[in-house]
């Protein structure tokens, strides 16, 4: 079946560190992939997606690359911000033109000035 | 603001009860989704429904039901309420064509006691 599996949280890192989370997915076919986030009290964002492999999505400062050969797409970002404090959830979406998305458990982000 | 909304944000109810949470898409999408996020099982996909019809199934319980409506909001239909579907639950809209983001509104907190 599908799957997505994300590093264990929390992260706790301090400002300007470089943030890498995790995230490797187990699907059929051609799956596009999403990060959104989740801002206390908020609902989910998308933060950025990519629909097929070796894109790299990108906003804010945040990167991932769909990585077919290791079924990956990791959160990266080169200096974190007290703002970037939030849940952030991989998720993709196993087939073309549908919008079910399998959501991976989510890594809550802290950071501290 | 992702044009996604629901209401109540908030509700508190007794075990067996039943309740209903209404959900308005953004304009223009016509398909509906909801989510429930519960600290234990994270974020699963329920149902979706594109353009008055269902049109995936996810975890729902039977307990649970959902229609779309000619105006295209949707409403969620909890009923015998038990504490363990105390949850965040969330709908979210696409234009349900190729692989789109899927937009989230900001949840309805689900208590039950």
């Known amino acids: 079946g599908n799957s997505v599996t994300q590093m264990e949280g929390p992260v706790t890192l301090s400002e300007e560190a470089f943030l890498t989370i995790n995230c490797t997915y187990t699907?059929?076919?051609?799956?596009?992939l999403f990060w959104y986030v989740q801002y206390p009290g908020e609902g989910l964002q998308l933060l950025l997606k990519a629909t097929k492999a070796d894109d790299k999505g990108s906003n804010k400062g945040f990167e991932a690359t769909y990585r077919k050969e290791t079924t990956s797409f990791h959160l990266e970002k080169g200096s974190v911000q007290v703002s970037d404090s939030a849940v952030y959830f991989c998720a993709l979406s196993p087939i073309q033109g549908a919008q079910k998305l399998v959501f991976g458990q989510g890594t809550r982000l802290t950071i501290n000035p | 603001d992702s044009g996604v909304t629901q209401t109540p944000k908030h509700l508190i109810t007794a075990t067996g009860q039943r309740v209903t949470l209404r959900c308005s898409p953004r304009s223009g999408d016509l398909s509906v989704y909801w989510y429930q996020q519960s600290l234990d099982q994270g974020l699963q996909f329920l149902i979706q429904y594109y353009n008055g019809e269902e049109r995936a199934k996810g975890n729902i319980l039977e307990r649970f039901s959902a229609q779309q409506f000619p105006d295209l909001h949707s409403e969620l239909n909890l009923s015998s309420l038990e504490l363990g579907d105390s949850a965040l639950y969330f709908c979210?809209?696409?234009?349900?064509?190729?692989?789109?983001?899927?937009?989230f509104g900001q949840g309805t907190r689900l208590t039950v006691v």
């Open positions: 979210a809209s696409s234009v349900a064509r190729g692989n789109t983001e899927a937009f």
């Open positions: 699907a059929t076919g051609y799956p596009s």
